[in-house]
């Protein structure tokens, strides 16, 4: 399974863009990054995804490079409710019909008023 | 609606004890998950069953016991558990199409084994 390695921590000031990296160079070519947030211990919430083209919705925007070793979660105006821990995932599907997600270990983001 | 529910939303029993965390989801999703996740860990994968069928076993230790009644329905059997398996247990729910789809997690139920 394609591990993703992500810092273990950041800091953001509250209206600046907060860019979260994340390596996965072990990817393969059908394996998506999904990006989740988890906020105190709540579930996990679904944020964006992609496979190898840039995606943007209302919540973030995701960067993926060419090679597709890395990529970088960008949440343009951060608000103090952003604060949490990002994980960045490989999702590869199974055979089944269900899907498989691998966690990294998450960034706890702070974002400071 | 993109509601997974989860109850009971806490949980504290013996390692005697027999107990059941459920998970709900009506959204029409074929596929249902498990995970456990122990403090300032990421959420680990248990279990994951595809169209009521048991798909993916992490190799758990039997004294989990997953049963998925309906599609609509997915509970976990606790016996005999230890105080290592205290923990938050997720429940999540996918279609089974490929591109667009999209797990999503219920709240959790937080259990504590004394």
């Known amino acids: 399974d394609a591990k993703t390695t992500q810092p273990t921590s950041m800091d953001c000031a509250e209206g600046r863009a907060a860019n979260l990296p994340c390596n996965h160079s072990?990817?393969?070519?059908?394996?998506?990054v999904y990006w989740y947030r988890q906020i105190h211990s709540q579930g996990p919430q679904y944020i964006i995804h992609?496979?190898?083209n840039n995606e943007t919705n209302e919540m973030a925007s995701l960067i993926i490079t060419e090679d597709r070793k890395s990529s970088t979660l960008i949440l343009p105006h951060a608000t103090l409710r952003d604060t949490a821990v990002y994980y960045c995932?490989?999702?590869?599907?199974?055979?089944?019909?269900?899907?498989?997600?691998?966690f990294g270990q998450g960034t706890r983001l702070t974002i400071n008023p | 609606d993109t509601e997974v529910t989860q109850t009971p939303k806490h949980l504290v029993m013996g390692m005697t004890n027999k107990k059941s965390l459920k998970c709900e989801q009506h959204?029409?999703?074929?596929?249902m998950y498990w995970y456990k996740q122990k403090a300032k860990k990421p959420p680990e994968l248990m279990f994951v069953?595809?169209?009521?069928?048991?798909?993916i076993n992490e190799s758990v230790p039997s004294r989990f016991s997953p049963e998925c009644p309906n599609s609509s329905l997915l509970n976990l059997h606790l016996h005999a558990l230890q105080p290592e398996d205290s923990a938050l247990y997720l429940c999540?729910?996918?279609?089974?199409?490929?591109?667009?789809?999209?797990?999503?997690f219920g709240p959790g139920t937080r259990l504590t084994v004394l």
């Open positions: 999540a729910s996918s279609q089974d199409r490929a591109r667009t789809d999209t797990q999503y």
């Open positions: 072990t990817i393969s070519g059908n394996e998506y």
């Open positions: 992609g496979l190898k």
């Open positions: 995932i490989v999702r590869f599907l199974l055979i089944q019909g269900a899907q498989k997600l691998v």
């Open positions: 959204m029409g999703h074929r596929a």
């Open positions: 069953y595809s169209y009521e069928k048991l798909s």
